[in-house]
């Protein structure tokens, strides 16, 4: 992960000194950095600007285009393209994996407790699609809590973190900035990097005993709702910022307008 040494700002192909922090504020290694343009990397005059970020360390770097009158501009990986959640399956794997999903239903149906088998039915099942496999993957969860209660925190876990896997997948299917989860049973929130342009989050109906800190990396976050079915002792992070309470709609934050441009 880069550090805030390792990240050199262009504007229109002119370097521009700048200070990187994280959103935290500590400015260790990490997923996203974020810094404040000088007012002279813009002119109102020109139709548009283009900003590139080096990452000294590597190879890589991102390219974004503003477009005069626009208030945003942003470059990103796609998750579906990147296969960041499963790996591309050729014909072949896929015909592979589905025996096994059928062999390990067949043990299942003889050895109904058999937490081992379950738990790889669920798995293959996220190989193979896990939006397809969804509805039958929750049943399953709930078939190994019962079988291996011992388990049952680390279960609901990695449900959780299934759940949000393929919320982000819908989203990016369809295009969208808004992300539902509410009424999921859902126990943590994880990959919250992959939401940084989101501006809707719907999290009512959970079993969340907290907010992570890597909220604050919902830069583009303007509705935030945590309304009935949550449990009472949720709390937001300190670091989420400019939320504040709607007195309109109980439970849901609002954060005020964005800036003119923010780099992302």
């Not at 959103?23 to 590139?52: I, V, Y």
């Not at 399956?89 to 025996?99: A, D, I, N, P």
Request: charged fraction near 25%; glycine fraction near 4%.
């Amino acid at each position: 992960m880069p550090g805030s040494c390792d990240l050199l700002l262009f504007a229109d192909e002119a370097p521009l000194a700048v200070n990187w922090h994280t959103p935290d504020g500590k400015n260790r290694p990490g997923l996203m950095w974020l810094c404040d343009l000088p007012a002279s990397a813009l002119n109102e005059h020109w139709p548009q600007h283009t900003f590139r970020v080096h990452w000294a360390g590597g190879e890589s770097q991102k390219e974004c285009v503003l477009f005069k009158g626009c208030s945003e501009g942003w470059c990103r990986d796609s998750v579906t393209e990147e296969q960041v959640f499963r790996c591309e399956l050729s014909m072949e794997k896929s015909t592979v994996l589905q025996s096994e999903l059928e062999s390990c239903k067949e043990l299942q149906a003889l050895e109904p407790q058999n937490k081992w088998c379950l738990l790889t039915i669920i798995l293959l099942m996220r190989a193979l699609d896990p939006l397809v496999y969804e509805r039958e993957t929750l049943s399953y969860f709930d078939t190994l809590k019962a079988a291996d209660p011992m388990r049952s925190a680390y279960l609901d876990d990695l449900r959780s973190r299934f759940l949000v896997e393929n919320s982000i997948l819908r989203m990016e299917y369809a295009e969208a900035r808004v992300v539902d989860l509410s009424c999921r049973g859902l126990t943590i929130l994880c990959h919250l990097e992959q939401l940084p342009l989101v501006t809707h989050l719907n999290l009512a109906g959970n079993r969340l005993r907290r907010l992570p800190p890597t909220l604050a990396m919902l830069r583009c976050l303007e509705v935030r709702d945590l309304r009935e079915g949550r449990d009472p002792g949720v709390r937001a992070p300190n670091s989420s910022p400019g939320l504040t309470t709607s007195p309109n709609t109980p439970g849901a934050e609002r954060a005020p307008a964005p800036l003119p441009w923010s780099h992302r």
